[in-house]
């Protein structure tokens, strides 16, 4: 079995010893992202929806760096810091995830890093 670590400047550097994403044959697993700036690497803002927006752009680099793009997404794991906003966050994510519908597990938590309100991993297929 061979491994690739994916990488990409289009998304935020990993704030701890982990790759973006990483590649086994045609399974890609992407480390969850959340709503930083790729070239500050500070948060986007403190809203809700322009937190949600950047963490999917950044998904999207880095499933576009592994050969990937949307289309090729089998799950989505969704942390939230704060559960009323579920209605919101599926409002924003299906606009990402119109036709294609991976599975999906949205859970609350307590806290996520640098004071993110949304984290979102997932596992993509690679089509070559």
Same mark, same amino acid.
């Given at each position: 079995m061979s491994f690739q670590f994916i990488?990409? =400047?289009?998304? #935020?550097e990993a704030i701890g010893p982990y790759s973006q994403a990483v590649r086994s044959d045609s399974l890609v697993f992407l480390s969850g992202q959340? =709503?930083?700036? #790729?070239k500050t690497g500070e948060m986007v803002s403190e809203?809700?929806?322009a937190q949600v927006e950047q963490t999917m752009e950044?998904?999207?680099a880095v499933?576009?760096?592994?050969?990937?793009?949307?289309?090729?997404v089998l799950s989505v794991d969704v942390y939230l810091t704060d559960m009323a906003q579920f209605p919101l966050f599926n409002e924003i994510y299906g606009k990402y995830f119109s036709r294609?519908?991976?599975?999906?597990?949205?859970?609350e938590v307590s806290r996520l890093p640098k004071g993110a309100q949304v984290e979102i991993k997932c596992v993509a297929r690679h089509q070559g």
């Open positions: 990488h990409t =400047g289009d998304a #935020p959340i =709503g930083l700036n #790729p809203d809700f929806t950044n998904l999207l499933l576009h760096a592994a050969g990937c793009q949307a289309s090729h294609h519908k991976p599975a999906r597990a949205v859970v």
